[in-house]
Antibody, heavy 121, light 107 residues
Framework: EVQLLESGGGLVQPGGSLRLSCAASGFTFSNYAMTWVRQAPGKGLECVSAISGSGENTNYATSVRGRFTISRDNSKNTLYLQMNGLSPEDSAVYYC??????????????WGQGTLVTASS | DIQMTQSPSTLSASVGDRVTITCRASQSISSWLAWYQQKPGKAPKLLIYKASSLESGVPSRFSGSGSGTEFTLTISSLQPDDFATYYCQKYNTYPYTFGQGTKLEIK
């Protein structure tokens, strides 16, 4: 059974940093691209970043490019999202998800339970 | 970037009804479209991928159709468990943009 468990969320002051982690189990982690999707309170879904199985290829939403860094440690079956320069607009539940599809593009068949990030003074 | 627009934003229906949600892309995305169901406080759940392929374990009352720029999600006979918010997502290229969501409410 695929399991994804996020951690690292919390309350941070505007301008601060957080690192989210997503521990994966139940599948061969290095064979799958992974993504972070966020959802602000009462709002829709935004795919903020994705990374290939090897970690060589990454993508970022315009809203986070230059501030967020996605990475992975395939030896630890763990996905990360380093978030710097946080603003109140980054406050959201952050989900990690396993990507399915082709090299052209991915949909998300398995999701974690989410971790809440709040940037507020 | 390609924009995804869902309609309606809110839909009121009764158990047993047949309902259809529409998703339009601002440019052609071929069949690279997925549909998700989300309940309050829960992660989204994949229902449909590649516009019309049913994810394993999803009830057959859910179906998807369309290609190019116009897509539909149909629930053939609403069940109490189906009242939720539904999102489409395009995935031909990054960014993998979602529609704004359609909230399906009990009439």
């Amino acid at each position: 059974e695929v399991q994804l468990l996020e951690s690292g969320g919390g309350l941070v002051q505007p301008g601060g940093s957080l690192r989210l982690s997503c521990a994966a189990s139940g599948f061969t982690f290095s064979n799958y691209a992974m993504t972070w999707v966020r959802q602000a309170p009462g709002k829709g879904l935004e795919c903020v970043s994705a990374i290939s199985g090897s970690g060589e290829n990454t993508n970022y939403a315009t809203s986070v490019r230059g501030r967020f860094t996605i990475s992975r440690d395939n030896s630890k079956n763990t996905l990360y999202l380093q978030m710097n320069g946080l603003s109140p607009e980054d406050s959201a539940v952050y989900y990690c998800a396993r990507c399915s599809g082709t090299l052209s593009g991915y949909y998300f068949a398995s999701w974690g339970q989410g971790t809440l990030v709040t940037a507020s003074s | 970037d390609i924009q995804m627009t869902q309609s309606p934003s809110t839909l009121s229906a009764s158990v047993g009804d047949r309902v259809t949600i529409t998703c339009r892309a601002s440019q052609s995305i071929s069949s690279w479209l997925a549909w998700y169901q989300q309940k309050p406080g829960k992660a989204p759940k994949l229902l449909i991928y590649k516009a019309s392929s049913l994810e394993s374990g999803v009830p057959s009352r859910f179906s998807g159709s369309g290609s190019g720029t116009e897509f539909t999600l149909t629930i053939s006979s609403l069940q109490p468990d189906d009242f939720a918010t539904y999102y489409c997502q395009k995935y031909n290229t990054y960014p993998y943009t979602f529609g704004q969501g359609t909230k399906l409410e009990i009439k």
